[in-house]
């Protein structure tokens, strides 16, 4: 799970897309999230390329910023041509991550996040493992699309709020986060985490406590499996659903919300985003 982060790249205008989108093909990165369990999707990775070399970004939709490499710069810096999704941009690029690049050692690199695609709409077929971008605002006349907040807490790009309806009936916002490939919803204080599983987050029957690498710091997380429903965006209801708390001290946002929203209990459905109208919509494709 990626946190907000500043954008730190210099870019500049969009200037080629596709004029018909077309699907294109993404990966899923595996890991074990706790020793108990199996291998498990946690990241999404879009291919992308480099001055033409084949490298892969991580898909982070809880970053406001465009692009963000995942390591510290080092060395001089130039301009490199970026392209992701039929989008090409100029970034910096330092001496550092230029090596890599060249030596093919750019496996999830960097992170793209919401500024990239507010000029657009992003669809996301998470059953079939592609994804395609269109300029257009796919979802403006829609009748099964719902309302889609994209929060602008900072100067650049925005954070995506969509309604959830907790098993209590009551209606709230969660942030949906890409990022958070293997979680469900993940509240951000241990309050809001005991408000929805009716227990403080401490280890014990029936809550596993585990350590995550969070940007270079281990955090300690706790997770749980709640009874539902939950719906999410009102329409795509969970029956159980996974509750995940991870103690980030420095992981603030400026509104209250349920928690964020990972793609954990997503994987069946077509999730299509359309920052240019301010609407989303997921279908269900897994009979849950």
């Not at 799970?1 to 990165?29: E, G, N, Q, Y």
């Not at 970004?57 to 992701?84: K, P």
Request: charged fraction near 25%; hydrophobic fraction near 40%; glycine fraction near 8%.
């Amino acid at each position: 799970m990626r946190l907000i982060i500043p954008l730190l790249a210099t870019c500049m205008a969009l200037f080629h897309v596709h004029a018909h989108a077309d699907w294109r093909s993404f990966v899923w990165k595996y890991d074990r999230v706790t020793p108990e369990r199996p291998k498990e999707r946690v990241a999404l990775a879009l291919p992308a390329e480099f001055d033409g070399h084949p490298c892969t970004v991580q898909l982070d939709t809880g970053m406001n910023g465009e692009f963000q490499w995942h390591s510290d710069a080092s060395g001089d810096s130039t301009q490199i041509n970026f392209e992701v999704a039929g989008v090409v941009k100029k970034y910096a690029v330092d001496k550092r991550h230029l090596e890599q690049i060249q030596k093919g050692d750019c496996e999830t690199i960097a992170s793209v996040g919401n500024a990239f695609f507010e000029n657009g709409s992003l669809v996301l077929d998470l059953r079939n493992s592609r994804y395609k971008f269109d300029r257009g605002a796919v979802l403006a006349s829609s009748p099964k699309a719902q309302p889609l907040i994209y929060a602008q807490w900072y100067e650049v790009g925005g954070h995506l709020l969509v309604e959830v309806r907790v098993p209590s009936g009551e209606i709230k916002y969660a942030m949906l986060d890409t990022g958070a490939a293997s979680f469900g919803l993940s509240p951000l204080t241990a309050s809001a985490w005991a408000d929805l599983v009716e227990r403080p987050p401490v280890a014990g029957p029936g809550i596993v406590e585990y350590k995550v690498n969070s940007w270079g710091k281990q955090v300690s997380c706790f997770e749980t499996d709640r009874p539902g429903p939950l719906n999410i965006g009102l329409q795509y209801e969970v029956k159980t659903f996974r509750v995940s708390y991870c103690e980030h001290p420095d992981f603030n946002i400026k509104q209250k919300i349920a928690g964020l929203l990972g793609l954990r209990d997503l994987m069946g459905s077509v999730i299509t985003l359309d920052y240019r109208s301010r609407r989303w919509a997921v279908d269900d494709w897994s009979n849950n």
